[in-house]
T-cell receptor
Framework: NAGVTQTPKFRVLKTGQSMTLLCAQD?????MYWYRQDPGMGLRLIHY???????AKGEVPDGYNVSRLKKQNFLLGLESAAPSQTSVYFC?????????????FGPGTRLTVL | RKEVEQDPGPFNVPEGATVAFNCTYS??????FFWYRQDCRKEPKLLMS???SGNEDGRFTAQLNRASQYISLLIRDSKLSDSATYLC????????????FGQGTELSVKP
């Protein structure tokens, strides 16, 4: 199993450009999450999904949209990139919530917005 | 006040030392607790869950204090390979299984 994969690994955007980050998991997990990680801030939840066709806002959702059309994929979109969105983006998935909620992370996407 | 807080460190310790990290959380409804390890420029990986009675995995011991709302991680006999950032994570009982992460504590083990 590949686990959780993310594409692309690196990207440089200009302010105002749009892009989509793809997360894929082959573990048949119901729950998927998008985080961003900035120095000194830890991981902050952007959006999450509790199943195919459902999405919900996390802690820092502004400027991002998501879609979960297929169970194995969770897409994160930036419609009009801003320098404040320069960050490392991690996708994660888990099978169960609560006490058994080990989240498995992808390798990350390093995004720079100029 | 952040929901989950950690001492950011860095903790610089010699090989063989014992080091302890604390993590405080503000929401008394927090239900599940975890320690993740993150190597430089890599993704976080689960180190261990934290159970109410405390639990041990080799050189690592995790404790939970619900009354004072903190969790701890103790590393005994530190190895060079323990150098990493340690993130605590807290799950508040809800349908989403969301984790709230601390900002991480950096550990550097020196020869």
């Amino acid at each position: 199993n590949a686990g959780v994969t993310q594409t692309p690994k690196f990207r440089v955007l200009k302010t105002g450009q749009s892009m989509t980050l793809l997360c894929a998991q082959d573990m048949n997990h119901e729950y998927m999450y998008w985080y961003r990680q900035d120095p000194g801030m830890g991981l902050r939840l952007i959006h999450y999904s509790v199943g195919e066709g459902t999405t919900a806002k996390g802690e820092v959702p502004d400027g991002y949209n998501v879609s979960r059309l297929k169970k194995q994929n969770f897409l994160l979109g930036l419609e009009s990139a801003a320098p404040s969105q320069t960050s490392v983006y991690f996708c994660a998935s888990s099978y169960l919530p609560g006490s058994n909620n080990e989240q498995f992370f992808g390798p990350g996407t390093r995004l720079t917005v100029l | 006040r952040k929901e989950v807080e950690q001492d950011p460190g860095p903790f610089n310790v010699p090989e063989g030392a014992t080091v302890a990290f604390n993590c405080t959380y503000s929401n008394s409804a927090s239900q599940s607790f975890f320690w993740y390890r993150q190597d430089c420029r890599k993704e976080p990986k689960l180190l261990m869950s934290v159970y109410s009675s405390g639990n041990e995995d080799g050189r690592f011991t995790a404790q939970l204090n619900r009354a004072s709302q903190y969790i701890s991680l103790l590393i005994r006999d530190s190895k060079l390979s323990d150098s990493a950032t340690y993130l605590c994570a807290v799950n508040i009982a809800d349908a989403g299984g969301k984790l709230i992460f601390g900002q991480g504590t950096e550990l550097s083990v020196k020869p």
